[in-house]
């Protein structure tokens, strides 16, 4: 487990992720989807739903394709990258789109995976099948969907995120679940 996971087969691995993207992820869309609902009533929330999730799918897809076990540097390499990708002005473009009135589940997934990118990156190399780290990753996402941006807070979880990586890089005991280096 942590960063020596292994995904299994690409039917286990796609089935336990896509359960895990909709736990993770469709409370943050709710609010679009029940907007989709009430101005275009309930079938719109299976066609908002469904590219919404196969958007996750597809980067789920993207996850097993480009994973590999691995040690403790590379958690720290991603997790210090992903705290520098929160700073940048594309995850506040995606963050916007995300937050926004999306007319389909699939532009919004898109934007919401932009907006994700980092936070998903820093949840597979910490422990991709880790409910742990799925638990802290749904919130912040859900967090950032739903509340409205604050520059000052944004930049608070951006530097908690770096201070993260950088424990991991120094002393990697000091957080449950991680293996040694490789």
Known sequence: MGTATQLGSLAFFATVWVVMMAGMMLP???????????????????????????VWALAGAVVFAAYRPHGTVVAAVVTIAAGTYELTPLKRHFRRGCRERSASGLGFGLCCVGSSAGLMAMFVALGVMSVGW?????????????????????????????????????????????????
């Open 28 to 54: 943050g869309a709710a609010p679009n989807v029940a907007r989709a609902a009430r101005t275009r009533g309930r079938r719109a929330v299976p066609e908002f739903t469904g590219p919404y999730l196969a």
């Open 134 to 182: 799925m638990v802290v990753t749904a919130v912040l996402v859900t967090a950032q969907k739903i509340l409205p941006g604050r520059a000052a807070l944004d930049a608070l979880l951006a530097l908690a995120i770096l201070a993260f990586g950088v424990v991991i890089l120094v002393d990697p005991t000091l957080v449950p679940g991680l293996t040694p280096a490789m």
